[in-house]
């Protein structure tokens, strides 16, 4: 009767709430590292830049004439800070962008290309100085994966045609020799390709039913050439139009799609009421959390519906756009997007990712929007100084579980309450990767409470702890500035224990904390 007493006692602390900034309250979690069964595809951790504001001008580009250091044009310091995070794969140009972008405007000697308004974006001259080369020597240098985003709203088939044929083609062709000619000998790699965007509404006000149509006939024509295998993307859904999903999962033909996106940004109220990146109340912290966890069922009701459509898995969801999307800097154009990036947007993403991982059977791709400057950036600039945002230290502390399997883990915790609504105060994910190596990340959203974690790591042969690292800060609204540029950063961290397969952890509030097990 007392060990039942004293296990009751156990279960209603681990499930209790606790108020107080020194409170602590205590969790239980299982690891089954044995059971793992799905990859968590690199490619999740996909990064996205789109001639909007200052994300590729003024942002990462500043020509091979600028006094900041740069290759081909590109600034050395944000070259270093994305191979860091080893991202694998960049969308461009967009986006919205992408449709009424016309490529043959960005080749050729920059003097001579056709200059355009911006007409989503700000309404700015856009003088395609950075373009289809440039994006792709960029990628070359990152040792990344190009994602082309192909113009199917004011663009014809015959332009998405001749792109790929001037990108991947290995002969002689018409446009394989403007391509020569234009400086570039060989052909490029250019592995995933997306067929319009938002097509349900900036991409051309469409109807499922019409832009399935259209996808069959461009997709034909976007063809694969010699060793270059496009994997390619349909515009899918925005939020919860499950209809979209559904409609497109029956008229495109499965050896057409490689990939189906779907795009879902998240609100601190909705998009009338976006709120603020910074100066926001606990409410409000609470109310984006809540949001971003939308995430998990509408990722869950998309993937069923593709479930009776492709049982076997063959087409991947791709969150080509995602991240937190709040109201625009005060002073700043509203058309560039600009936005700050707090603790607050660390601990979302790390929530989001985790559900990526959940569904890494079916989510093959994302993209948070957007990498530089734009929305919720991982790096900010401001002339020749660049910082690295919260968010861009998670992609850092994440970047273990690229490729890695992902390991069945359930967590019983206790509750971050507000408004009379509840959130689970951890969110978890574990992998194992190639070399053995166990990475298990925890995220701690609640503000005011450090939570105990006990779990029992099953069917592994691994005994210490062999790396710890935190992110947290001040306070959640804890942001880096470029006078100050790390307030918030990635740390060591030290507070745990492992031994005969138990890990103890002291997670502190507001922290993400991941530990290595080897």
């Not at 080893?86 to 009424?100: K, M, S, T």
């Not at 390619?232 to 559904?246: C, F, H, L, M, S």
């Not at 500035?481 to 790390?486: Q, R, V």
Request: hydrophobic letters at 35%; proline letters at 3%.
């Amino acid at each position: 009767m007392k060990n039942l007493l004293k296990k009751s006692a156990l279960a209603i602390l681990s499930a209790v709430t606790f108020s107080g900034a020194a409170a602590q309250s205590r969790a239980t979690a299982v690891i089954n590292a044995d059971q793992g069964k799905y990859t968590i595809n690199r490619n999740i951790y996909g990064q996205f830049a789109e001639h909007l504001g200052h994300g590729i001008y003024g942002g990462f580009w500043v020509g091979e004439n600028s006094p900041i250091p740069n290759t081909k044009g590109v600034r050395n310091d944000i070259i270093e800070a994305l191979k860091r995070i080893r991202i694998p794969n960049l969308r461009w140009p967009g986006g919205c962008f992408a449709d009424e972008y016309h490529w043959m405007d960005g080749i050729g000697p920059r003097e001579k290309r056709a200059r355009m308004i911006n007409t989503h974006w700000g309404g700015v001259v856009e003088d395609n100085a950075f373009g289809t080369h440039e994006f792709l020597n960029l990628c070359e240098v990152l040792g990344t994966e190009p994602y082309i985003c192909g113009n199917v709203g004011s663009g014809a088939v015959e332009e998405m045609s001749k792109w790929v044929e001037y990108m991947t083609f290995d002969g002689e062709s018409p446009m394989a020799n403007l391509r020569k000619q234009n400086g570039r000998e060989k052909p490029w790699k250019v592995k995933f390709f997306g067929v319009g965007n938002e097509n349900w509404g900036c991409g051309g006000n469409m109807s499922p039913e019409g832009y399935a149509e259209l996808y069959r006939r461009y997709s034909t024509y976007a063809r694969n050439y010699g060793s270059n295998q496009l994997y390619k993307i349909a515009g899918g859904a925005n939020i919860d139009d499950y209809r979209w999903t559904e409609t497109l999962m029956r008229n495109i033909p499965n050896h057409l799609m490689n990939g189906l996106s779907l795009h879902n940004y998240t609100f601190t109220k909705n998009w009338e009421n976006k709120g603020d990146a910074t100066g926001f109340d606990m409410d409000q912290y609470f109310s984006i959390l809540e949001n971003g966890n939308k995430m998990d069922e509408i990722i869950t009701r998309h993937s069923q519906i593709m479930d009776t459509f492709d049982p076997a898995k063959r087409i991947g969801l791709v969150v080509d756009e995602w991240g937190a999307w709040y109201n625009v800097e005060p002073g700043t154009n509203p058309g560039f997007l600009y936005q700050q990036n707090t603790l607050r947007d660390a601990l979302l993403a790390g929530s989001i990712i985790n559900i990526f991982h959940k569904h890494c059977d079916r989510v093959k791709m994302t993209n948070i929007a957007q990498m530089v400057n734009v929305l919720q950036s991982i790096i900010l600039t401001k002339d020749e100084k660049m910082l690295l945002t919260p968010t861009y230290y998670v992609f850092d502390m994440y970047k273990v579980h690229q490729d890695a399997t992902m390991l069945p883990m359930t967590v019983n915790c206790g509750t971050y309450n507000r408004m009379d609504r509840r959130l689970s105060s951890i969110s978890s994910t574990a992998s194992i990767d190639k070399d053995g190596a166990i990475h298990i990340t925890l995220v701690n959203i609640d503000p005011d409470n450090g939570i105990e974690l006990t779990c029992d790591v099953q069917g592994t042969k691994t005994t210490k702890i062999t790396d710890g690292q935190i992110i947290t800060g001040k306070e959640v609204q804890s942001y880096n500035t470029f006078d100050n540029p790390n307030r918030v950063k990635l740390d060591k961290f030290k507070d745990a224990s492992y031994k005969n397969g138990t890990l103890k952890v002291k997670l502190p509030a507001k922290s993400l904390v991941t530990i290595e097990l080897k």
